[in-house]
């Protein structure tokens, strides 16, 4: 994963420079560096609410998230606390541009429940992650724009099962337990109303075995304007 991300980041170091980005598929930052992101998220196990506060300058961006992740009655039947964190850069040929490129890194942590599967298993899981993300603007009028992305994700994840005496569950379902790599591409399509809300519903599609097909729907808010 590391010389494969090495070698996305030079290539995009090469082609252009650091601007206003389209690659997460809402609104640039140079409109508002503060946007403000909520949605939802629906797999096979599972569904999340989120939200997450995003800022960018230069080129440079981060986003921190929160999350209630809400497992279905053929899993845990309960609830998992999730928070993440993600910095990226953004490339494109100029400040015209259509196409933008970006790199990132990300971790995300999930505690909970403390009685998975109806006893005393206490579920945690740990997963960081590399992306290269494109987005392009296919159209835009005064009122709106259309930003179409495309992701790919590889990254390690660890969930775990354990009793507050330390015993470890071996395996649950396809998802726990033990160390696993993954792999995800990600499409998405942006609608940018206004140039200061986006519509964005994503399609992350699994690799690995192990994953699951997510759906999502996110609406993205500028905060004021520079």
């Keep these: ?45 599972a569904q999340t609410y989120g939200a997450d506060l995003r800022y960018g300058k230069a080129g440079v961006f981060g986003v921190v998230e929160a999350a209630l992740k809400t497992w279905g009655a053929e899993t845990f039947d309960n609830e998992s606390q999730e928070l993440g964190a993600t910095v990226g850069i953004s490339f494109s040929r100029d ?58 994700e590889m990254g390690t994840t660890n969930p775990t099962m354990k009793t507050p005496a330390g015993t470890s569950l071996g395996s649950y379902s396809t998802f726990c337990c ?13 609608l940018v109303l206004g140039r200061a809300v986006t519509i964005l519903p994503t399609v992350a599609i699994p690799l690995d075995e192990a994953g699951e097909a997510a759906y999502s729907l996110r609406i993205v808010i500028g905060l004021g304007r520079d």
């Design 178 to 190: 033990g160390e696993r790599g993954f792999t995800t591409v990600t499409t998405g399509f942006g």
């Design 1 to 45: 994963m590391r010389s494969y991300l090495s070698s996305a980041l030079l290539l995009v170091l090469l082609s252009g420079t650091a601007t206003g980005q389209r690659c997460l598929g809402h609104q640039t930052f140079r409109l508002a560096r503060f946007h403000f992101g909520a949605g939802v998220a629906v797999d096979k196990y």
């Design 95 to 152: 400040e015209m541009s259509r196409l933008s490129v970006c790199p990132m890194v990300s971790y995300r942590t999930l505690d909970g429940p403390d009685e998975a599967a109806g006893i005393a298993w206490h579920y945690h899981e740990n997963l960081f992650a590399g992306a290269v993300s494109l987005g392009y603007l296919l159209s835009q009028s005064e009122s709106w724009e259309i930003v179409p992305t495309l992701a790919l």
